[in-house]
Every structure is written in structure tokens, then in C-alpha cells.
T-cell receptor, first 111, second 113 residues
Framework: GNSVTQMEGPVTLSEEAFLTINCTYT??????LFWYVQYPGEGLQLLLK?????DKGSNKGFEATYRKETTSFHLEKGSVQVSDSAVYFC??????????FGAGTRLTVKP | NAGVTQTPKFQVLKTGQSMTLQCAQD?????MSWYRQDPGMGLRLIHY???????DQGEVPNGYNVSRSTTEDFPLRLLSAAPSQTSVYFC????????????FGPGTRLTVT
């Protein structure tokens, strides 16, 4: 089945710093790819997605590009804010339309 | 729409007790799933359903049962609770027209003593 490897955290940045969280996946074919975010005490929310190769997903200043050559879907943001502090999860869609999540990367942004 | 709702929010069980975690969605999503979240391990899929009357096992199904008698509801049953089942449980639903983007409930925090 599909699987994902995420950059280990925790990641600590200062406000307005550039963020990259690496995500690589193994899959049969070219599955849809997702980034989810989990704020403290809450469930997961979709952050962005890409459904085919070379697509770029974007939302709230975050971006990720579906790179089939490198099987990657790295998350980036040009200038992080304190409110971006959360845990971020990368997930490919499985062949049964299930999702297999990575361990998550905890981001802390300091003022 | 209420989205995905889960009850209870918190539960404490003794080893050997059984209980059912409830999950409901009002978005007419055909796909529903249960995950558990443990520190440092992300989310792991327990069971999922692609429609009423159809269920299948995920990565960690042992000790859990599910059924899907209606599109809206997908309860998760713990048959005989064990301390290893202490976790936060999330229910999610999705639809093919949304590229199976998952909508998550708020979670149930379960402690087994």
C-alpha cells in the first residue's frame, strides 16, 4: 500500500521565517496528495491538495507541488506566523481511497 | 451542516469493558473511516467503509468492530478494552466528488485503566 515519510520535527522558527516541511511518498501510480493541519486540541483540517502530477496546491500562504519524478510533495510558506503553530500531516490517497498518514511534523513559531 | 460529529468527547474505561464510539455525518458522504492517534505515530487507520453495508480493515483493526447500516452512521465498537487502546480516536468521511478529501470529527479521547 501507499506510505509516506515526513520530515521529523519538531521544527521551531521565528515569525516571518521561511518554512519547508519535506514529504516523500511511495505509491502505485499517481495518487492524490494531501496536507492536513492539526491545531492543539482539534481534529485534522485539510490545508491543501493536488490531484495530479505537476499540480500545485495552495491555501493560506502555504504551497506544495506534486513532483512525480521525485515522489515528493513538500510544504512551503514564505513567511510563517505564530498562528501557524500546529502539527502538519502529509498523506497520499490509497488505492481503496483510504489515507495513510505520516507521523506528522510539529511546527512552533516564536514571535 | 453539522459535518462529522463524534460522541463522547472523553471516556474512561476499565480493562475488559466494552463500549461504542459514535460517529455521524450529514454530508451524504459514501466513504467513512476510523483512525487512532498516538503520540509520535501520526494517525493509523482502523477500519473503513465505502458505503452502507460494506466495511473493511485498515492497518490496526484488532480489538475493534464496525458496522455501516446507514450512510450517516459508522460506530466503532471496542469489544474488550485494553490499556493499549488508550488513544484519541478520529472519525472521517469523504466523497469521490471531492477527490476523497477527508473531513474529520473533533475526536474522542479514550483512556483505559
Amino acid at each position: 500500500g501507499n506510505s509516506v515519510t515526513q520530515m521529523e520535527g519538531p521544527v521551531t522558527l521565528s515569525e516571518e521565517a521561511f518554512l519547508t516541511i519535506n514529504c516523500t511518498y511511495t505509491a502505485t501510480g499517481y495518487p492524490s496528495l494531501f496536507w492536513y493541519v492539526q491545531y492543539p486540541g482539534e481534529g485534522l483540517q485539510l490545508l491543501l491538495k493536488a490531484t495530479k502530477a505537476d499540480d500545485k496546491g495552495s491555501n493560506k500562504g502555504f504551497e506544495a507541488t506534486y513532483r512525480k519524478e521525485t515522489t515528493s510533495f513538500h510544504l512551503e510558506k514564505g513567511s510563517v506566523q505564530v498562528s501557524d503553530s500546529a502539527v502538519y500531516f502529509c498523506a497520499p490517497l490509497g488505492r481503496s481511497n483510504d489515507m495513510r498518514f505520516g507521523a506528522g511534523t510539529r511546527l512552533t513559531v516564536k514571535p | 451542516n453539522a459535518g462529522v460529529t463524534q460522541t463522547p468527547k472523553f471516556q474512561v474505561l476499565k480493562t475488559g469493558q466494552s463500549m461504542t464510539l459514535q460517529c455521524a455525518q450529514d454530508m451524504n458522504h459514501e466513504y467513512m473511516s476510523w483512525y487512532r492517534q498516538d503520540p509520535g505515530m501520526g494517525l493509523r487507520l482502523i477500519h473503513y467503509s465505502v458505503g452502507a453495508g460494506i466495511t473493511d480493515q485498515g492497518e490496526v483493526p484488532n480489538g475493534y468492530n464496525v458496522s455501516r447500516s446507514t450512510t450517516e452512521d459508522f460506530p466503532l465498537r471496542l469489544l474488550s478494552a485494553a490499556p493499549s487502546q488508550t488513544s484519541v480516536y478520529f472519525c472521517a468521511s469523504s466523497h469521490r466528488e471531492l477527490a476523497y478529501e477527508q473531513y474529520f470529527g473533533p475526536g474522542t479521547r479514550l483512556t483505559v485503566t
